[in-house]
């Protein structure tokens, strides 16, 4: 893995986009086309406003996303699929398709295997992720299943994860945060072909410290991100700021 720190999420945000937007060119040249994944939340908002100025061919991009609140409807303000589109896919132009989970409009098993379907026919060339603050990757939270080879999994959101929801100001009081998600399992993200994580913020410290130098447990579940061949993290100075070796 190699890590990179910045003095700002600015400098942070504009660098990871620019690899991406550099990945995302090398798959179109190699195959035709570039297969993404894109993470939501607060500490992607400096990524993807970059992200949209690359110089990248969209019309040969195919977007997924990681994760989505089983029920919450798409006009809700913490929906993910209202934030990549007014964030990405309406200032991407002509994207060759996006594909969103819709956690609201089937049952959730139903909704699983639809999106798990779509995927399985996209190998992904670039995930853009990022870590929360209980050390989850998409809505794995801990302990986490490291096995599932299902692309698109229900699960449970643990009372940290839901309280930093509620600390971005998603959500009006935690009784409003959902309680289950449909996520991408961890087991299919670590199959994108490269893997940009972008984290921010002090209060990411002790999940980026577990992560990069604790032990690989599913209990940080993004520690699982040292094991793959090429993932970089790209990380603002007080999110590193509690790492041995900066």
Aim: proline share 6%; net charge negative.
């Amino acid at each position: 893995m190699q890590t990179l720190i910045f003095d700002t999420k600015q400098e942070m945000g504009q660098a990871a986009a620019r690899e991406g937007g550099r990945l995302m060119r090398q798959a179109i040249d190699d195959n035709g086309r570039a297969n993404i994944i894109l993470a939501t939340g607060a500490s992607q908002f400096e990524m993807l406003a970059d992200l949209v100025q690359q110089d990248v061919d969209w019309s040969r991009v195919v977007m997924f996303h990681l994760d989505e609140y089983i029920g919450l409807p798409e006009t809700h303000p913490a929906s993910f699929r209202k934030y990549l589109k007014e964030r990405f896919v309406d200032k991407a132009p002509s994207l060759k398709a996006a594909y969103f989970v819709e956690a609201d409009k089937r049952g959730a098993p139903d909704e699983c295997a639809r999106i798990s379907e779509i995927i399985a026919d996209h190998p992904i060339d670039v995930a853009m992720v990022g870590i929360g603050e209980n050390g989850h990757l998409a809505f794995n939270d801990p302990p986490a299943d490291f096995d599932c080879e299902e692309p698109y999994i229900v699960v449970k959101l643990d009372e940290a994860c839901r309280k930093q929801q509620l600390g971005e100001g998603w959500f009006a009081s935690l009784d409003d945060v959902p309680t289950e998600a449909i996520s991408m399992s961890i087991r299919h993200i670590m199959k994108s072909g490269n893997i940009i994580c972008t984290v921010p913020d002090e209060r990411k410290a002790v999940a980026v410290r577990d992560a990069l130098e604790g032990p690989l447990t599913k209990m940080c579940p993004a520690s699982i991100l040292r094991t793959h061949p090429s993932c970089r993290m790209f990380l603002d100075s007080p999110a590193a700021s509690l790492l041995r070796e900066p």
